[in-house]
């Protein structure tokens, strides 16, 4: 190993970045397994569907559709996955981002329905139920004690079935899904600015994936460049010392989770604004976004850039399930790969504190046997004089 | 009224066998969240034995079947908690993270395995769903006019094993010792890793025996797409609500599983027909009450000192 090398290895962003394609390159190799296990024939092509998703069209005009249509859901998923890392950030598992996206649907979803609203005034109330949700995790935890995770879960199932409640009154009279936002209301729909010229005129590509991404790089900024950023990082830390320098530790919890509640809901307003998907009011499991958000966040090495990427990777596979030959494969293998990326994901500190313990040791290594030449030099020096 | 009763029972069972090994698991010092992916593997493997019983073996009397359902569920859990325990105890991963990742994993792995065996058999069938209507009936008795089930029975051995395991044995009482303070199990003479283990291991078994008995609660099928609804988790708040000790658990399982039960069976009381609410209300009702319970006992809790930090040797 040469010096070049190692320096690149002590790297903490190089080192992210090599455990996350090693989680990546693992869940595919599994996956991989899983598919040979079932149906040792297709299994080959089945990976490689999964992995091309769009790509498998060969017509480049029908491709850059189907990609607009990934980066569609990319947006959502992007900011579930920030809320994940926010508050992971400050030493906060926000499990309950799932059911700050569903809340944040159904309120956007009946204020564009109900109400009629405009795209933008349904977008701030989808964050804003969204917020509250958060909100109440955090008085929870602060005030009265309550795991943030099992609070999370709680309120995971309840906003689901709050949610199908109040969007039973706007749903089709023939199907349990709600009426198409662009049917009922267009003003609900959010613009595309042309975006849609890019992508072969696919109408679901809109002004949400830029501001998502200018969100991702806005979160970087308020964790790395402000001061409540790292106050609430000092939070995360240690709680206790956060308290002893004067940090309201308390607030720092809620203030925290109506963060992460507020970026889950706004991700859901993205996505169901644009009418790509309806919401199923008799849906008996809570939306998958909200966990996928913990696969992006941890993928993306716990950094709001990173997730950018993870967050694509993450939609792309899952997207690409839809590929697989029906006859022999379900599109689940997605979803069983990307959670054995979250396993995987859970080893990488170790790996990363074994790399560096590795590079320590080999560095004590060469500077003893420097200087015992050194040494050795020395006493030859000495001895030659006597 | 009977109806409910039954329910409330079932599901009872269910929170108090799952809650026991969240029990048993924090008592050793790890905090196993990942129970809810662990009830859906075993019951994943208590389902595919009856399929099969009722496929191939059709003659099989009822005390084969309970046997064989009961064993290879809580052996489906075990296999599958190690995920857990190599994770949490040997290579020290995010007790969080791991368990999140199992619950996901769990879920999306039985539907693979339940689409695959049905494609498999019938290129038509791309249902997740088992089918077990035949040999369930192995598994009840009558007692009067109440319709008991055996795995109730099983749930007051298990509650028996607990309380006797964890307060009247030497194993019990070193393993919470490395539930609260590791190091000074290890200083006299404890293995820390070799407890947690069984820790772990013991909350597999008790979660995927929890996992079949929540599946064959009153439907005759299950679609695997479906987990168990957050179930894992009601049973950790079943557990914090019982401060982490058996006999208060059995108690906070049957108030749980009560408001479980009612939705289940709220169309037979006049009473509550003609309140007329959305059958989501009922659905929610038991997550409602657990946050309610939760705010209210959370202050004081009693959990193990030591939970959820790995354990490392080498640390002062």
Same mark, same amino acid.
């Given at each position: 190993m040469n010096l070049k090398m190692?320096?690149?290895?002590?790297?903490?962003?190089?080192?992210?970045?090599?455990?996350?394609?090693?989680?990546?390159?693992g869940g595919l190799i599994i996956g991989f397994i899983v598919l040979l296990f079932i149906n040792p024939g297709g299994a080959w092509e089945g990976i490689t569907d999964l992995i091309k998703n769009f790509m498998n069209y060969d017509n480049s005009k029908v491709a850059i559709k189907y990609f607009g249509s990934t980066l569609v859901k990319t947006a959502p998923l992007l900011m579930c996955s920030l809320s994940i890392l926010f508050?992971?950030?400050?030493?906060?598992?926000n499990i309950g981002a799932a059911g700050q996206y569903g809340l944040g649907a159904g309120i956007a979803l009946y204020a564009a329905l109900a109400w009629g609203m405009p795209w933008w005034i349904c977008?701030?109330?989808?964050?804003?139920?969204?917020?509250?949700?958060?909100?109440?995790?955090?008085?929870?935890?602060?005030?009265?004690?309550?795991?943030?995770?099992?609070?999370?879960?709680?309120?995971n199932w309840i906003s689901l079935y709050g949610v199908n409640i109040l969007l039973t009154g706007v749903k089709e009279s023939t199907s349990p899904y709600t009426i198409s936002v662009s049917g009922a209301n267009k003003s609900a729909i959010i613009p595309t600015l042309g975006l849609d010229k890019l992508f072969n005129n696919n109408q679901y590509v809109t002004l949400a994936v830029p501001l998502a991404i200018i969100i991702a790089v806005a979160i970087w900024v308020l964790l790395e460049k402000t001061k409540l950023g790292y106050e609430l990082k000092a939070t995360g830390n240690n709680k206790n010392a956060a308290k002893y320098c004067g940090m309201a530790e308390k607030r720092n919890i809620i203030l925290t989770l109506i963060i992460g509640g507020a970026l889950a809901g706004l991700g859901a307003a993205m996505f169901y604004l644009t009418g790509y998907?309806?919401?199923?009011? +008799? #849906?008996?499991?809570?939306?998958?976004? $909200? %966990?996928?958000?913990?696969?992006?966040?941890?993928?993306?090495?716990?950094?709001?850039?990173?997730?950018?990427?993870?967050?694509?990777?993450?939609?792309?596979?899952t997207m690409g399930g839809a590929y697989?030959?029906?006859?022999?494969?379900?599109?689940?293998?997605?979803?069983?790969? +990307? #959670?054995?990326?979250?396993?995987?994901? $859970? %080893?990488?500190?170790?790996?990363?504190?074994?790399?560096?313990?590795?590079?320590?040791r080999k560095e004590e290594k060469e500077a003893l046997a420097a200087k015992s030449i050194s040494d050795d030099a020395e006493n030859n020096k000495e001895g030659g004089e006597a | 009224m009977t109806l409910l009763i039954e329910y409330t029972l079932l599901y009872a069972s269910v929170l108090i066998l799952v809650a026991l090994g969240g029990c048993f698991s924090e008592h050793s010092g790890v905090i196993n969240l990942g129970l809810e992916g662990i009830m859906v593997i075993g019951a994943l493997g208590g389902a595919l034995t009856m399929s099969t019983i009722a496929q191939s073996f059709p003659g099989a009397s009822a005390l084969v079947i309970v046997l064989s359902v009961i064993l290879i569920s809580m052996l489906f859990g075990v296999v599958y908690s190690s995920l857990l325990a190599v994770a949490c105890i040997n290579f020290k991963?995010?007790?969080?993270?791991?368990?999140?990742?199992?619950?996901?994993?769990?879920t999306a792995a039985a539907t693979v395995i339940v689409k695959a065996i049905n494609t498999a058999a019938n290129p038509n069938n791309v249902s997740s769903v088992v089918k077990y209507?035949?040999?369930?009936?192995?598994?009840?008795?009558?007692?009067?006019?109440?319709?008991?089930?055996?795995?109730?029975?099983?749930?007051?051995?298990?509650?028996?094993?607990?309380?006797?395991?964890?307060?009247?044995?030497?194993?019990?009482?070193?393993?919470?010792?490395?539930?609260?303070?590791?190091?000074a199990a290890d200083s006299v003479g404890i293995n820390v890793y070799k407890m947690r283990w069984a820790g772990v291991l013991?909350?597999?078994?008790?979660?995927?025996?929890?996992?079949?008995?929540?599946?064959?609660?009153?439907?005759?099928?299950?679609?695997?797409?479906?987990?168990?609804?957050?179930?894992?988790?009601l049973a950790l708040a079943v557990m914090i609500f019982g401060q982490w000790k058996p006999q208060r658990i059995a108690l906070a399982a049957l108030l749980f599983g009560l408001f479980r039960a009612l939705s289940n069976v709220y169309t037979g009381f006049d009473f509550m027909v003609a309140l007329n609410l959305p059958s989501g209300v009922y659905n929610m009702m038991p997550y409602i009450i657990s946050l309610i319970v939760l705010a209210l006992t959370s202050k004081k809790s009693r959990a193990p000192k030591a939970e959820g930090i790995p354990y490392d040797k080498g640390q002062r």
């Open positions: 190692r320096t690149l290895l002590k790297n903490n962003a190089f080192q992210a970045i090599l455990s996350s394609l090693l989680c990546i390159l508050c992971y950030k400050v030493g906060l598992f977008m701030i109330l989808g964050t804003l139920a969204g917020g509250i949700l958060g909100l109440l995790s955090g008085v929870l935890k602060a005030y009265c004690n309550v795991n943030e995770v099992i609070s999370g879960i709680m309120l998907e309806q919401w199923n009011c +008799s #849906a008996s499991s809570v939306p998958t976004m $909200g %966990f996928n958000g913990i696969s992006a966040a941890f993928l993306g090495g716990l950094n709001p850039i990173g997730s950018i990427f993870s967050s694509f990777f993450i939609q792309h596979i697989l030959d029906k006859t022999m494969y379900c599109a689940q293998i997605s979803d069983l790969i +990307s #959670a054995i990326i979250i396993y995987l994901c $859970g %080893f990488v500190l170790f790996l990363r504190y074994m790399m560096n313990i590795r590079i320590a | 991963g995010d007790q969080t993270i791991v368990g999140t990742a199992i619950n996901i994993l769990g209507i035949q040999p369930k009936k192995a598994f009840l008795f009558h007692v009067g006019d109440f319709e008991l089930n055996w795995f109730m029975v099983v749930t007051l051995i298990a509650l028996a094993f607990a309380y006797i395991t964890l307060y009247k044995t030497k194993f019990g009482l070193r393993m919470m010792a490395c539930g609260e303070h590791p190091q013991i909350s597999g078994a008790l979660g995927g025996l929890g996992g079949i008995v929540y599946i064959t609660a009153g439907v005759s099928e299950w679609k695997f797409e479906y987990g168990v609804a957050g179930f894992g988790f």
